[in-house]
């Protein structure tokens, strides 16, 4: 059994089908529908166990360091870096070590004044909330900096959270980032490592760029959310509707009672 999803206009009708009964099913509806998709047999019949997402241009609005980049007169530099990275064509380790390089002298206040510019992506805490409503275990993993995302997943109830480490001295940024960085390797090890932790089999896996790519293609179903193509091409389910209460009604609304 797997369940059909039919998208329009931000809105999202799904259904169980027979696996065998597929090819005619999508036929008639992909005659009538300009998006539909079929998810994978893991989690079209249960909740998710785990969902690990994404944060910039995923939980939130936002490319944080671009913002931070604002700061240091450096945000043109930082933007062309940022979009050769997100769309596959720059190592991220490397990427991200010449944006925060760019840094160097921002005041750490400025990690606070950003932290106030950030939006949430809408639905975020309706999906956060509804997870939790199906005992779903949640954490956010982001190649942005952990003074943004910590207050922000404690702020709508994430369960974990990891980050890139800005380093500071004299109450300025160095420029230079402290401990493992994180990268595409390092987001699929943490959702593997999380799914042991936490006994989870059915995981989700949410984000929109090449660094999200790893972590979509290991869980059990990766959503590409509003993405680029690099990682839509891979991706289990499109999310193109800027909108995360799309992800509560396929996954969470049919087992809430």
């Known amino acids: 059994m797997q369940r059909v999803c039919i998208f329009d206009s931000g809105q999202v009708r799904h259904d169980v089908f027979d696996t065998d009964d597929l090819p005619p099913v999508l036929a008639d509806l992909r005659s009538e529908n300009d998006d539909v998709q079929v998810l994978p047999p893991e989690v079209s019949l249960a909740p998710p166990e785990l969902v690990v997402m ?20 450096v945000e043109n530099q930082v933007v062309a870096i940022t979009e050769r990275a997100m769309a596959g064509e720059l190592d991220f380790e490397e990427s991200l070590r010449e944006r925060v390089a760019l840094l ?11 932290a106030d510019q950030v939006t949430l992506t809408p639905g975020v805490p309706e999906w956060v909330e509804a997870l939790h409503e199906v005992d779903c275990h949640v954490a956010v993993v982001s190649g942005g900096f952990i003074d943004i995302v910590q207050p922000l997943a404690d702020g709508v109830g994430i369960d974990d959270a990891f980050a890139n480490q800005l380093e500071s001295s004299g109450g300025v940024l160095t420029g230079q980032v402290t401990g493992p960085v994180v990268d595409r390797a390092f987001k699929a090890q943490t959702l593997a490592e999380l799914a042991g932790r936490v006994g989870a089999t059915r995981t989700l896996a949410v984000g929109d760029g ?31 509707h800027r909108d995360m209460r799309q992800l509560v009604e396929i996954f969470c609304t049919p087992y809430v009672r």
């Not at 994404?54 to 007169?73: C, F, K, P, Q, R």
Request: charge should be negative; aromatic fraction near 2%.
């Open 54 to 73: 994404d944060v910039d241009s995923t939980l939130i609005n936002e490319e944080v360091i671009d913002l931070l980049a604002a700061h240091a007169g």
């Open 104 to 114: 160097e002298g921002i005041p750490v206040s400025a990690l606070a004044e950003v």
């Open 210 to 240: 090449a660094n999200d790519l790893d972590m979509v293609e290991l869980a059990s179903c990766g959503i590409a959310f509003c993405a680029k193509p690099a990682l839509a091409e891979k991706a289990d389910l499109v999310i193109r």
